[in-house]
């Protein structure tokens, strides 16, 4: 059981560049999201999804678009990198069945992204 | 919008103390709250996970209450040793929201020293 993965792990893009992230978890949760890291701010959350073929928009989701054609992998795609891009970008999972108040949101270990 | 602060910023203390984290929040109405520990470059660790029906939770050294009247969380942690280094952050869930999204505090940096 390898929980949450996220590919690749670091990455430097050239402004302008498009790359795509990975997110995978065998955990068969329904909810997936994507989160950023920047210094001083928390994480934010960008994209998120409560199913597979379903996606919506979080908190910072300009730049960034995301798809779930599967349950257990969620893909975030920058289309034209900027170096505001620049940051820790973070994988989540949950479930969505049972009790909503003892869900708990699972991590990935994250992917380090540079825009120069 | 809401907003999950925690204080202090960053912590130094020597080996051995006990000391308290604080988190709080600006709206009662949460689902639960969770404490994760991050280390430098690495992802979030879940430590404890409280739900709003409950007062604390604890493991091991670790003690986390929860007072959601007063918009409040504090993590305990006994004994601490250099091992929990580390910045920890707290987040709380929602219901209504998009999602089942949680707010995430900015974190307390800690450093415990030999």
């Not at chain 1, 928009?57 to 054609?69: F, I, T």
């Not at chain 2, 959601?68 to 910045?87: N, V």
């Amino acid at each position: 059981n390898a929980g949450v993965t996220q590919t690749p792990k670091f990455r430097v893009l050239k402004t302008g560049q498009s790359m795509t992230l990975l997110c995978a978890q065998d955990m068969n949760h329904e909810y997936m999201y994507w989160y950023r890291q920047d210094p001083g701010m928390g994480l934010r959350l960008i994209h998120y999804s409560v199913g597979e073929g379903t996606t919506a928009k979080g908190e910072v989701p300009d730049g960034y678009n995301v798809s779930r054609l599967k349950k257990q992998n969620f893909l975030l795609g920058l289309e034209s990198a900027a170096p505001s891009q620049t940051s820790v970008y973070f994988c989540a999972s949950s479930y969505a069945r049972g009790n909503r108040e003892d869900r708990e949101q699972y991590f990935g270990p994250g992917t380090r992204l540079t825009v120069t | 919008k809401q907003e999950v602060t925690q204080i202090p910023a960053a912590l130094s203390v020597p080996e051995g103390e006990n000391l308290v984290l604080n988190c709080s929040f600006t709206d009662s109405a949460i689902y639960n709250l969770q404490w994760f520990r991050q280390d430098p470059g690495k992802g979030l660790t879940s430590l404890l996970l409280i739900q709003s029906s409950q007062r604390e939770q604890t493991s091991g050294r670790l003690n986390a209450s929860l007072d959601k009247s007063s918009g409040r969380s504090t993590l305990y942690i006994a004994a601490s040793q250099p091992g929990d280094s580390a910045t920890y952050l707290c987040a709380v869930r929602y219901p209504g929201y998009t999602g089942n999204q949680f707010y995430f505090g900015t974190g307390t940096s800690l450093t415990v020293i030999p």
